[in-house]
């Protein structure tokens, strides 16, 4: 996978991965120059005006002072036009893992486990393939969603259940993995003035009364989701919500006055605290 430098200066080089082949995504990676192989890889989910070489220069700087790679892949519109549900025809699932096991083999990081976070469109994206994936994910952040998969049995992708009552294989392995997904450290993030609906945002009788009518209310609603369904589970929930002050429905902003970086990748854990608590799990499990 041939890449090119779009940006260098003393902390990161800014490079760009085109895509290599049918069902393959491109990305702009963020690379340290004092890089730790033992930190988390950030994975970085644009929005849907693709905006994934701003994602990855945003959260540069303070990656790069844990010495942790930043990998934004980007969904073409031709090739994923619906990436925001994850398992469509064009699979923008399979796109990602077969992304990060390529920079994996590459040696670049350890990608068997990430730390995923995504905006907007992004965010339906990152937190619809944590609940498919939970076993990939390290911790997971969305900003300003503009709706979520709720952990209840709604038909997806309002919830975890079959659409009218057909069996489908990977909704049920969806379903199944729901207590490991909420095990997650999982961040939950939106502006404080993101409260006006716009065109992007859907709305249906289905949605507004389950989720709210804007994304303010809707990650609202979605957080408090989480936690209940965690202590019904017996799980300690590890969710929290950040309502960014003075900001609305941009990335750029949330960034730079609502310190959306700093607060995604805070809850990104080390590789030691990782790794104990897979062997709690596993030992749980026993």
């Known amino acids: 996978m041939s890449a090119s430098t779009s940006h260098c200066n003393e902390a990161f080089s800014l490079v760009r991965r085109p895509a290599h082949g049918p069902g393959t995504a491109s990305a702009w990676l963020a690379l340290p120059k004092h ?10 989910v644009h929005g849907i005006q693709r905006g994934a070489r701003s994602q990855a220069a945003l959260f540069a700087e303070e990656a790069a002072k844990a010495g942790r790679v930043v990998i934004a892949p980007c969904f073409s519109s031709k090739r994923f036009p619906g990436y925001q549900r994850v398992i469509m025809p064009q699979r923008a699932d399979l796109a990602l893992l077969e992304l990060l096991d390529r920079i994996g083999r590459e040696g670049m990081c350890d990608t068997s ?87 992007n945002t859907r709305s249906n009788r289905r949605v507004d009364s389950q989720q709210g009518t804007h994304r303010l209310e809707r990650c609202t609603r979605w957080h ?32 730079r006055q609502g310190g959306a970086a700093r607060l995604v990748l ?21």
């Open 35 to 44: 890089p730790d192989p033992s930190a988390i890889p950030l994975v970085a």
């Open 113 to 199: 486990r990430v730390a995923l976070f995504g905006y907007s469109g992004g965010a339906q994206f990152a937190h619809r393939f944590a609940l498919f994936y939970p076993h990939r994910i390290a911790s997971l952040s969305v900003l300003s969603a503009g709706w979520y998969t709720f952990p209840d049995d709604a038909p997806y992708p309002y919830g975890l259940a079959s659409p009218k009552r057909r069996e489908t294989p990977w909704l049920s392995s969806m379903a199944s993995g729901l207590d490991r997904f909420l095990e997650l450290p999982i961040t939950a993030l939106v502006g404080a003035l993101d409260c006006t609906p716009d065109s």
């Open 224 to 255: 408090k989701a989480l936690v209940a369904a965690a202590d019904a589970r017996g799980i300690q929930p590890r969710s929290t919500l950040h309502i960014l002050p003075d900001c609305g429905h941009d990335f750029t902003e949330c960034v």
């Open 266 to 286: 805070r809850g990104v854990p080390d590789a030691e605290h990782l790794s104990r608590g897979a062997a709690c799990s596993a030992s749980s499990a026993a």
